[in-house]
């Protein structure tokens, strides 16, 4: 077993149904330190599948600061797959690549998800990453303004049977320049996240700077969210990338 199983073995228990669950490890409502969150009952068998497909994603010799970071978040993701699976109700269990139709599984989120019907419930146009077409398919972008913020996730609305954990960001670039995130959600904002790329060992793409949030962001089903960013420069390259969990439906998780 890797890292995210080994040191948190001790989560792999029963969990009972539990509609008002109180939440304080991942920022979930702005302005609130605690959220009750409706959380379904999950199986020892369940969250331990869970924490194997966490290894598989973490896969910590390629980068360990990712690794470590979802060893920290293991307990919210956990929470996250809750919530979604009291959402889908029914017959839905955590399978991960065995699942099919309702059954539940964790996946990277990918460039194109952003403005996709998961992410954006009503399918508004232009919600795509940096506000591009919906379905864009690379984090790759190059036209900012200095000092002027730009909508990043565009604001859109969860589908009701999915949901993210946004745990940090990379931004494999040599020149990384932006220097800040916003998140907003349910219509409230919170302070900006600082991204200190240049704290790194090496300036190259095979550095992949990885700057981990003071808090994970769990975007629960139908809650609406954006990120907009703050490029300190004007156009260049960047592939601003969410290290990002996403739980839904096998159904819905397909190329």
Not at 29 to 40: H, I, K, N, S
Not at 205 to 223: D, H, I, S
Request: glycine share 8%; aromatic share 6%; with cysteine.
């Amino acid at each position: 077993m890797g890292l995210v199983y080994r040191e948190n073995k001790a989560l792999i228990r029963d969990y009972p149904d539990e509609p008002t669950l109180p939440w304080r490890k991942a920022l979930i409502v702005p302005g609130q330190d605690v959220v009750e969150v409706d959380a379904a009952k999950a199986s020892a068998t369940e969250v331990e599948a869970l924490l194997t497909k966490l290894d598989t994603l973490a896969f910590e010799i390629n980068n360990e600061a990712i690794a470590r970071a979802l060893v920290t978040e293991a307990d919210s993701v956990i929470t996250l797959f809750r919530i979604v699976k009291k959402k889908v109700g029914g017959a839905a269990t955590y399978r991960g690549i065995q699942g099919a139709g309702v059954n539940l599984d964790l996946a990277w989120l990918r460039a194109k998800h952003i403005g996709g019907l998961l992410l954006n419930k009503v399918g508004t146009a232009s919600k795509g990453v940096w506000g591009q077409a919906n379905g864009t398919v690379t984090w790759l972008y190059a036209t900012f303004t200095a000092g002027t913020a730009i909508a990043y996730l565009p604001v859109q609305q969860m589908e009701e049977d999915a949901g993210l954990l946004h745990i940090g960001v990379i931004d494999p670039v040599v020149n990384p320049h932006l220097d800040a995130v916003e998140f907003k959600q349910a219509g409230r904002t919170c302070p900006a996240q600082s991204l200190n790329f240049n704290v790194r060992r090496a300036f190259n793409e095979t550095a992949v700077p990885f700057v981990k949030f003071e808090l994970p962001v769990l975007v629960q089903p139908l809650v609406s969210q954006q990120i907009t960013a703050m490029p300190t420069i004007g156009n260049g390259n960047t592939k601003l990338q969410l290290i990002s969990i996403l739980c839904a439906s096998a159904d819905d998780l397909v190329l």
